[in-house]
């Protein structure tokens, strides 16, 4: 089955929005103090919670969505690190975890995925509780309150929805930027020679055909949670007898 481009290159002209559009917190400065390490030569956070999170998606996720989370979470990155307003705005735990877990909707046999919510919804309840889980019994469970577990379940839920991520906090719209970046290229300050290391540590492998396949099976098994969203499109093209009509929200006007 042959991909259609034509919904990403719609959605995502939203990503080459400036980050001063959306909200602009500054997170305390000791959120982000902490360790670092470098992935395919981008320095990144790096604490228990970031390590647990990048076993999860390794865990749950097929080779070609495993990379993709990591090329989402490393071009989000160097976007911040070309910014400084996003240095002082974005919380690079909740980044990364979000970039990591944003995915995780589309592991259709996982214990975590529901019979009628989106995807993305499914993704965002599963990594908030991930973090709860993980937090509950040491000390980084007081650094975790309702605003960090919000942004992340933000992060994640909002991660293909750039018309509205991007006028979120820059923690969420960082996460969107990752993605965009991996399906259009280099953008945001991202250099040619970094989106090529980003590339090489973690191939695209086969990323459009594999996420063409695993929507077209969300069509099939979960078809009343794609109606009116952007995996729409792939359940008319491909899944027989798939109708969102009656179901949409121009059906409830038009009373169709």
């Excluded at 989000?76 to 307003?85: D, F, K, M, P």
């Excluded at 529901?114 to 889980?133: K, L, N, Q």
């Excluded at 949670?225 to 008319?236: L, V």
Aim: proline share 4%; net charge negative.
């Amino acid at each position: 089955m042959e991909l259609k481009l034509t919904w990403i290159v719609q959605v995502l002209v939203a990503f080459h929005a400036y980050p001063s559009l959306g909200f602009q917190h500054v997170v305390p400065r000791s959120i982000n103090q902490k360790p670092t390490r470098v992935i395919g030569n981008v320095t990144v956070i790096d604490t228990p919670l970031v390590r647990a999170a990048q076993a999860m998606a390794r865990q749950y996720s097929d080779d070609y969505l495993f990379n993709h989370v990591m090329r989402t979470w490393l071009f989000g990155a160097l976007v911040v690190s070309h910014n400084t307003t996003l240095q002082q705005t974005v919380d690079l735990e909740v980044h990364a975890i979000g970039a990591m877990l944003h995915d995780l909707g589309l592991v259709l046999n996982a214990s975590f995925i529901s019979p009628d919510r989106r995807f993305e919804v499914d993704g965002a309840f599963a990594a908030t509780d991930f973090v709860e889980s993980q937090v509950a019994h040491d000390d980084a469970g007081s650094a975790w309150d309702a605003h960090r577990l919000q942004l992340l379940w933000d992060s994640v839920v909002l991660s293909s929805e750039a018309k509205i991520s991007l006028y979120k906090e820059a923690t969420v719209a960082s996460v969107t930027y990752g993605v965009g970046i991996d399906l259009t290229g280099p953008d945001n300050g991202v250099t040619s020679t970094e989106y090529e290391n980003v590339v090489a540590a973690f191939p695209k492998l086969n990323f459009l055909p594999g996420v063409n396949q695993t929507l077209v099976a969300l069509c099939a098994t979960k078809p009343a949670s794609t109606y009116d969203s952007w995996q729409q499109t792939f359940g008319e093209a491909f899944v027989p007898n798939y109708s969102p009509v009656g179901y949409r929200i121009f059906d409830i006007i038009t009373g169709l």
